[in-house]
């Protein structure tokens, strides 16, 4: 789907320190068009100067003209990413971004709201708490961060409702996951957002539930079992070449071996950049995106690290 292809300029208006170790962006257009708008729990590709495209979810409330607001953690073991933001952004630099995109929107309708964010896992669930609040639904936010320091958009979001705010400051996990989830009413939506052990805790505990009410925005793939991968073949619609994915490659690495140009970021399915057409055949999907129904619909697929069910897969390539 080549979506990284419509990239845009923009340039960075504003640049804070909120906390020891996250920095805010301000971001306006700066190529004519105007930014376009978002929903909450949206994020955007940015392409990092001299480094990797990163997904930064989008800040604060959407409104129709921007700016846009990403906040970027120092990440001590990053590949280039947050040091890179960290480093060489200032106000004034230029950069590319794609998107937005959503893969965590707020589930439509009035239910209880129950959002569990860790540390820079805040960032899309203020936006999303911004529009609940302001439609008088229902909401309750537990914050697990190192610190109050450490804690970005704490202080504002407890001003918004301090008595759904809930805090779980501390160098450890202390959060009672199990407990929190058994606590919940049957009709609640459940949001997370946070570092993978909190993340695979919450979907644990909530293995049980309406999957249509359990929603989680990874910021690093899930674990992939690859033991059991079978070769397959896939068949590029567009030309009739048909490639071989061994058991030890991806779909999107034989494309590259191949020649084939396909965009790609985190090349572990959160990001959505590689969603491509499925034609025929039937995906095994192991993406942390794509819903239980369209994952039924087999109409996309991820192939940074999807496969197929069966021996061939068409794609639209
Ligand atoms: Fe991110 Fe495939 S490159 S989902």
Known sequence: ?????????????TVGHPTVDVM????????????????????????????PVRQYSLCGK???????TIAVKRENESRGGSIGMHERIE??????????????????????NLFIAGGIGI???????????????????HYCARSEKHAIFYL???????????????????LDVDALIRAQSSDTHIYCCGPKPLMEAVAQATSAWPKEQVHFEWFSAPEIDNSSNTPFEVELKRSGVVLTVPS?????????????HVDSACEEGVC?????????????????????????ANKTMMICVSRAKGSRLVLDL
């Open 156 to 174: 504002e979001l407890a001003q918004l409702a301090p008595e759904r705010v809930h805090t779980h400051f501390s160098e450890k996990p202390i």
């Open 1 to 13: 789907m080549n979506r990284l292809l419509d990239l845009r300029r923009v340039r960075v208006v």
């Open 24 to 51: 805010t962006f301000d971001l306006q257009e700066a190529d004519g068009r105007s930014l376009e708008p978002f929903t909450p729990g949206a994020h955007i590709d940015v392409q990092i100067p001299g480094g």
């Open 62 to 68: 959407a409104v129709a003209s921007g700016p846009y």
């Open 91 to 112: 106000v004034g630099t230029l950069l590319s971004i794609g998107g937005p995109r959503n893969h965590f929107p707020l589930a439509p309708g009035s239910h209880p």
């Open 123 to 141: 960032t899309p669930i203020t936006a999303m708490i911004t529009e609940l609040h302001e439609q008088n639904q229902d909401w309750a936010l």
């Open 272 to 296: 959505g950049t590689c969603e491509t057409a499925v034609i025929a055949g039937e995906p095994e999907h192991r993406d942390a995106l794509l819903s239980e129904e369209e994952r039924a």
């Open 248 to 260: 030890d490659r991806t779909i999107l690495q034989v494309l590259r071996d191949n020649g084939y």
